[in-house]
C-alpha cells in the first residue's frame, strides 16, 4: 500500500496529513510553524518533516511515505521554493518530493483542475486564482496571485494586520489620542501585562507570528459591539474582498468565479468569514463563495496521489 502525505505549511503552524494510494486521509498531525523564509530552508524542512514524521506514527505506518507534497507559504519566488524542496530531500522521507505555494494546493483542494479563486487569510494574507481554460471545457488555464507580500508590503486583512492596528489603537487610547476601546483590557490580560509600558517592551521584540496571535482578541471585541476593534475588522474584510476583486477582474466575462476561503484566521473565525464574504458578494457580482472553508491539507494529499 503505497503512502501519501500532504503537508500545509503556514506561518502559524503546519499539518500534515497521512493518505493512502487511494487519497483517504488516515491521520493528521499539526506541528511548528513551516513557512519559508529566504535563508531558513533548512530550519524550515526540519518543522515540517518533524510534523510528518508524527502523523506517519499516529498512522502507525513505516517512517518514510511514498510521495510528499508540501504546500508552503513564503516559496513564491523560484528560489525559495527549490531550497525547500532540496531540503525536505535531503530528509530522505520520501523517494518523490514536490513542493508548491500554499494557494496551489487550496485551488487543488477547491476546485480540482477547474478555475476559481482561494483566499487564505492566516498570519499574512494573499489569493490565488486559475482563470478558466482556453476552450471552456471546465479546466483551468493561467495561475495568478495578488497579495502575499510580506507584513511589512502587504498582508491587509490578515491576522498580522489585525492585530497590529490593535496596538496601535491601545497606544491611542491609553494616551488620551483615540477612542477608548475594550482592545486595552482583551489585549493586556492575553499577554498578562500591567499596562501601556509593558506592552510597548513585549512589542519592541515580538515577532510577526507572537503579534497575530493577537488577532482573536480583535474579533472577540468587534463581535461585543467595540466601535474601535469592528473598524478593524471592517477594514480587513474590505482588503480581503479586494484580493478577490483584483482577481475576479481577470477572468472572461460573465463568466462565474467561484471562491474558497482559507487560512487560519478565515478558517477559525465564522464572523470574520461571513464579514468578508458578505463583501466579495456586494464587490464582485460574478463571484460564487463557499460556504466551508478551504482544507488545504487534502489539495496536498490529491496532488500527492497524481504523482
Known amino acids: 500500500m503505497r ?34 523564509r529566504p535563508g531558513e530552508a533548512a530550519a524550515a524542512a526540519g518543522r515540517i518533516l518533524d510534523t510528518c514524521r508524527d502523523a506517519l506514527a499516529k498512522a502507525e505506518r513505516a517512517p518514510r511515505g511514498d510521495v510528499l507534497v508540501v504546500g508552503a507559504a513564503g516559496v513564491g519566488r523560484e528560489e525559495e521554493r527549490l531550497a525547500l524542496e532540496a531540503a525536505l530531500e535531503a530528509g530522505g522521507l520520501a523517494p518523490r518530493v514536490s513542493v508548491t505555494v500554499d494557494g496551489a494546493i487550496a485551488l487543488h483542494a477547491a476546485f480540482g483542475e477547474g478555475p476559481g479563486v482561494a483566499l487564505l487569510a492566516g498570519t ?34 490578515s491576522g498580522y494586520d489585525l492585530a497590529r492596528g490593535a496596538l496601535r489603537a491601545v497606544g491611542l487610547a491609553v494616551e488620551g489620542r483615540g477612542r477608548p476601546t475594550a482592545l486595552t483590557r482583551l489585549v493586556l ?87 468578508v464574504v458578505a ?21 496536498a494529499v490529491l496532488l500527492a496521489r497524481s504523482l
Open 3 to 36: 503512502v501519501l502525505i500532504g503537508v500545509d505549511a503556514g506561518a502559524s503552524h503546519t499539518t500534515a496529513a497521512v493518505a493512502n494510494e487511494h487519497g483517504t486521509v488516515l491521520v493528521r498531525a499539526d506541528g511548528a510553524p513551516g513557512a519559508m
Open 189 to 275: 490580560a492575553r499577554l498578562r501585562l500591567p499596562g501601556l509600558a509593558e506592552l510597548v517592551r513585549w512589542a519592541t521584540t515580538a515577532d510577526v507570528a507572537a503579534v497575530a496571535s493577537l488577532a482573536p482578541e480583535v474579533l472577540a471585541a468587534a463581535a461585543q459591539g467595540d466601535a474601535v476593534a469592528g473598524a478593524l475588522v471592517d477594514a480587513g474584510a474590505d482588503a480581503l474582498a479586494a484580493h478577490v476583486k483584483a482577481l475576479a477582474a481577470r477572468f472572461p466575462a460573465g463568466a462565474p468565479v467561484g471562491v474558497a476561503l482559507g487560512g487560519s484566521l478565515l478558517a477559525r473565525s465564522a464572523e470574520y468569514r461571513e464579514r
Open 124 to 157: 499574512g494574507s494573499v489569493a490565488w486564482a486559475r482563470l478558466p481554460g482556453a476552450g471552456g471545457g471546465g479546466g483551468g488555464g493561467e495561475t495568478l496571485r495578488v497579495g502575499g507580500l510580506g507584513s511589512v508590503v502587504g498582508d491587509q486583512g
Open 279 to 299: 463583501r466579495v458578494v456586494t464587490d464582485v457580482p460574478a463571484a460564487a463563495p463557499r460556504p466551508e472553508p478551504v482544507d488545504p491539507v487534502l489539495g
